[in-house]
């Protein structure tokens, strides 16, 4: 099957050709010359862990900021893992793992502030999210976590901090 590209912005003129055979989609230009292509698989792969922070936008009551800070955390089990967060928030943490833990698992989490390294920031919390891959080099596999039960006075400086990175970053 062959699909002319008409509407998307800079491709008007290419043509997707599916090929059933070889399960890939192939970009061809006007003369009917590949482009390159790009296997089922990959696709499928793109599109289930295509912006996961979009995708889970909707479920997030605070507001989150990129940052890496050390994070340990322990399983129900008792199994302690110490690694890096991608980001932060008030309601949880997204953790860089190469074998994240499945969506559900209950942990508790310590980390500290870069303000404040000397105190210790605890919680209890739960996996809502994965991912399973790298993607584009620039987002790592991990888990996001939501805090179930977090001190008021530790959210507190959880939030002014992620208020005042993103001032930092988007002055108005």
């Not at 062959?2 to 998307?8: G, Y």
């Not at 991990?142 to 992620?162: N, R, S, T």
Request: glycine residues 10%.
């Amino acid at each position: 099957m062959k699909l002319p590209v008409i509407l998307t912005a800079g491709h008007q003129g290419k043509f997707l050709v599916i090929d059933t055979e070889h399960e890939t989609i192939n970009v061809q230009d006007m003369l009917g010359h590949l482009l390159g292509n790009m296997p089922w698989g990959a696709i499928i792969e793109r599109v289930l862990a295509n912006d996961d922070d979009a995708r889970f936008a909707h479920c997030r009551t605070q507001p989150r900021a990129p940052l890496a800070v050390k994070v340990r955390y322990t399983t129900p089990e008792g199994k302690q893992f110490d690694s890096l967060t991608g980001g932060i928030g008030g309601g949880g943490l997204f953790i860089e793992s190469g074998a994240p833990l499945a969506p559900g698992t209950e942990l508790s989490v310590e980390f500290a502030l870069p303000d404040q390294p000397w105190e210790k920031l605890k919680a209890k919390a739960k996996v809502i999210w994965t991912r399973n891959k790298p993607e584009r080099y620039l987002l790592f596999p991990g888990m996001g976590i939501q805090f179930v039960d977090i001190d008021k006075k530790a959210q507190d400086l959880l939030v002014e901090l992620v208020e005042a990175l993103n001032r930092s970053r988007n002055p108005s």
